[in-house]
């Protein structure tokens, strides 16, 4: 069984509407991130949460909330999607004593 | 502004040779730079750390260097293989906080 799950993987949905991307982790580890990918842009931070009481914004949160639900689940929320969120979404987990992060599959947005 | 430049150009090598790869970064301290494989349609997968005090690491065809007078890493992979062929990305935390920016990656595709 994978370590980091993504649901849904694919996803095509209408402006304006509301979407929530989910992440579950059986690693135990506290970090938790959520980035999204763009073609020749790589991966950027959307919201990172480093136990289950703490949530911050990465460098591109506007128009995104999150939910750490437990340990294990981190939410990603788009409000009210608009077409320039179409990206390859990623969760990702860490260790607290290590630096290394542990990606999702993925789950492929599409907004129309 | 804080840069993070990889090869701007995909690289096409035969197999067995080495491939070089270069990650280049601008208005970062990073106190570690990572590299991640990522395969089509898959999220990235840890592949190697070197910290800043590290000048070189090893791990099996892979070779890293690290060197902060050029603010700038080479990943290198020896004897290549098709298998290789995949997107390679750089990372570094640049706030020595846990969060970590990505270069936009690297192609490369081995011919058999």
């Known amino acids: 069984d994978a370590d980091v799950t993504q649901t849904p993987r694919n996803r095509i949905t209408k402006t304006g509407k509301r979407i929530m991307l989910e992440c579950s982790q059986t690693?135990?580890?506290?970090?938790m991130y959520w980035y999204r990918q763009d073609p020749g842009l790589g991966l950027r931070l959307i919201y990172y949460?480093?136990?289950?009481?703490?949530?911050n914004k990465g460098e591109i949160s506007d128009g995104y909330s999150v939910s750490r639900q437990a340990q294990a689940k981190f939410s990603l929320s788009l409000e009210s999607a608009i077409p320039n969120q179409t990206a390859l979404y990623f969760c990702?987990?860490?260790?607290?004593?290590?630096?290394?992060?542990?990606f999702g599959p993925g789950t492929r947005l599409t907004v129309t | 502004s804080q840069k993070i430049e990889q090869n701007s150009e995909a690289l096409n090598i035969q197999e067995g040779k080495t491939a070089t790869l270069t990650c280049n970064y601008t208005?970062?301290?990073?106190?570690?730079l990572q590299w991640y494989r990522q395969d089509p349609g898959r999220g990235p997968v840890f592949l190697l750390l070197?910290?800043?005090?590290?000048k070189e690491k090893r791990k099996e065809r892979l070779k890293v260097t690290f060197d902060t007078t050029l603010k700038q890493s080479l990943f290198h992979i020896t004897a290549s293989q098709p298998a290789d062929s995949a997107t390679y990305l750089c990372?570094?935390?640049?706030?020595?906080?846990?969060?970590?920016?990505f270069g936009a990656g690297t192609t490369v595709t081995v011919r058999a």
């Open positions: 208005n970062y301290s990073p106190a570690y």
């Open positions: 690693k135990g580890h506290d970090r």
């Open positions: 990372a570094l935390d640049g706030s020595n906080d846990y969060k970590l920016s």
């Open positions: 070197i910290r800043e005090n590290e």
């Open positions: 990702a987990t860490s260790d607290l004593h290590r630096d290394e992060q542990y």
């Open positions: 949460s480093f136990d289950v009481k703490d949530i």
